[in-house]
């Protein structure tokens, strides 16, 4: 293997592998990035128990310019080859296999010699056959990642509900997430399509996927097999395994009549709630409570040790019954987060039922849930 | 008391203050900024073991814009003050004294009642007669601390040795720091004085010193009592406590006599040891080798687990003997760093034997020292 190629691009194309590779795990092969160098160009993969990427520098990307001496493949400890190649002094370097799976990397006058593996003895990634695909822009599917994933659960006493639940049917694509505290849902319209399908995604893998496109105008194209999803596009191909098991049937947890409703501009609440959180992050309990009546609506937050806050709110419009209740601030403010800068609606029926909040605009078929916490 | 001002303001003064305050301190009076409201302005002070800072927001400052109700004083928790009043949603805010120690801050609709302490147990900061005073531009005493403050020990195995040394005489400031494996001294002519002195300052006093000048074109008066040392700007007031005991003889371990000599732009020296660093920090030794001949110098990095490195370094000029000599490359990079983009002369006697790197121009009185480390 001998190629001659530019630094930026490889560091740059390093860096979306990387997010598959722990220097942690205890495969040590795993540590390292596989290259493979044929005459179509480069290919680099890391992986590990949950993800694996692979990227692709073509032999005709100008701005790689790849000059090919020799095909061959070889394994370099990822973040170690990362380091050096960010040092190296000139903007274009060449690697080169020796004898003894030893690679020299040179640069300038900057000659390294670096001790690698075989690439006979990389684990082979799943073959998933290019069939029942789908295709999304970027753009759509981390906007979906980003309304979704944040309400997935941290602890692995219910794996299930450590993903995301994507359902496509009907020409709609939902992704669903619930800690079982918080819920958030969000439904797209797609292109027609007579593929479905019904599959959860760790939550992790939806978050290293959505920073790994590099250009969000470009289309992802989604294949499934029993365990294993792929999300390709012109020069990454990432897969993810599965989460296996039945997923809860959350339609059922969304209410549909409520008893008291206000609509608020979300960037302005979010500071209230954001105030509001710095007394109960003091405190053990870690709640505010949120007072409505027909005059005005209050926040309020306490730890006694500290001492306490409260302000009344700004809204566009409220009706229904007065209504105190009390909340873990941090979920409203992840909730806020996700819906950015629109106005929404937040619909309770009591103070002990779980409340939803949505845009204003309907057509934005988005919907989530926080369940408040009992006090008195 | 009760002062109107501005956030912003606010926000600046206080994390000058926050320097000096800890959250781990087992005084818990000392992990609060002291808040003191005369009709001349607002004075803020914060202090740990080591130095204590005193800022003032005088009443005619009119970027601070403060209206004084009433005088009076409180202590409050400094970094929940800080993120309280990051969060307000105005530009200006209130503070109001009510009773209990009880702090009410007002900004637009949010009210804050904060819990705090009598301002009465707050600890007394030492009294510096203002005499003794030498005068110094807070641009060259910044200079000063970062190209000597980065040599100090960091055990206290040796307890001077953590702190800078200072001696003013004969109109020369000398700043000189040793760990006993490096050495950096820098001499600067200031104004005719008839003060002196002979100090020894902390080194993590004087990282936040730097840290604390907002304008480096004032003045720092520095007065010296028995075992503090004041260093004041026209709205701080810096206080460090000194070391106390005999700074060893630095001058006597500075050698004469040189048998290979060699000149290098500092930024590309600095890059290549860099690179050569990658290797020797995989190791367990940590060093990297110098190799000088009549025909090329040549740096070179090993790690038998990793790989190696070896470079032919560009250089200014070259005489003497040839050499061959192994170092701890951080200590060159920290070295390298405190020069700056500058040429300079590294000066060696032999491979077992410390070797100076001095600025090729004169004038720059500036001289640091490493020790080698022996092989074979």
Same mark, same amino acid.
């Given at each position: 293997m001998k190629v001659t190629l530019n630094r930026d691009v490889l560091i740059d194309e390093l860096s979306t592998v990387q997010r598959a590779i722990s220097g942690k795990t205890t495969i040590p092969? +795993?540590?390292?990035?596989?290259?493979?160098?044929?005459?179509?160009? +480069?290919?680099l993969t890391g992986s590990n128990a949950n993800i694996s990427i692979e990227v692709f520098l073509s032999a005709a990307d100008e701005k790689a310019g790849l000059l090919i001496e020799q095909t061959g493949a070889i394994v370099l400890q990822a973040r170690f080859l990362s380091d050096i190649i960010r040092k190296l002094p000139e903007k274009i370097l060449t690697l080169e296999l020796q004898e003894n799976n030893q690679v020299t990397i040179t640069s300038g006058k900057a000659v390294f010699n670096v001790n690698g593996l075989s690439a006979d003895n990389y684990p082979h990634l799943?073959?998933?056959?290019?069939?029942?695909?789908?295709?999304?822009?970027?753009r759509l599917l981390n906007k979906l990642i980003n309304e979704t994933s944040f309400a997935v659960s941290l602890h692995e006493s219910r794996p299930i509900l450590t993903g995301v639940h994507f359902v496509l049917e009907q020409n709609k694509l939902l992704a669903v997430a619930t800690d079982s505290h918080r819920?958030?849902?969000?439904?797209?319209?797609?292109?027609?399509? *007579?593929?479905?399908? *019904?599959?959860?995604?760790?939550g992790k893998s939806l978050t290293e996927l959505s920073r790994s496109f590099k250009d969000e105008?470009?289309?992802?194209?989604?294949?499934?097999?029993e365990n294993q999803v792929l999300f390709k596009t012109e020069n990454m191909q990432f897969y993810s395994r599965l989460l296996e098991g039945n997923y809860p049937d959350t339609n059922r947890l969304i209410p549909n009549n409520f008893n008291t409703e206000i609509e608020f501009n979300v960037p302005s609440l979010l500071a209230a709630i954001d105030r509001a959180s710095l007394l109960s992050h003091e405190g053990r309990s870690n709640i505010i409570k949120l007072a409505i009546d027909s005059e005005q609506v209050v926040i309020y937050g306490n730890s006694p040790e500290v001492g306490n806050v409260e302000e009344v709110l700004s809204y566009n419009s409220v009706k229904g019954d007065p209504l105190e209740i009390a909340f873990n601030p941090d979920y409203m403010k992840d909730a806020l987060k996700a819906f950015g800068n629109i106005d929404i609606v937040i619909k309770f029926i009591s103070p002990i039922r779980a409340f939803t909040l949505q845009p204003t605009d309907d057509a934005y078929q988005f919907i989530q849930l926080i369940t408040p916490v009992r006090t008195s």
């Open positions: 092969i +795993l540590t390292g990035v596989k290259i493979v160098l044929t005459e179509a160009g +480069l290919t799943p073959v998933i056959e290019q069939q029942n695909q789908f295709k999304i822009p970027a819920l958030s849902q969000r439904i797209i319209d797609v292109e027609p399509t *007579d593929q479905q399908f *019904d599959i959860v995604i760790p105008e470009q289309m992802v194209e989604i294949s499934i097999m």
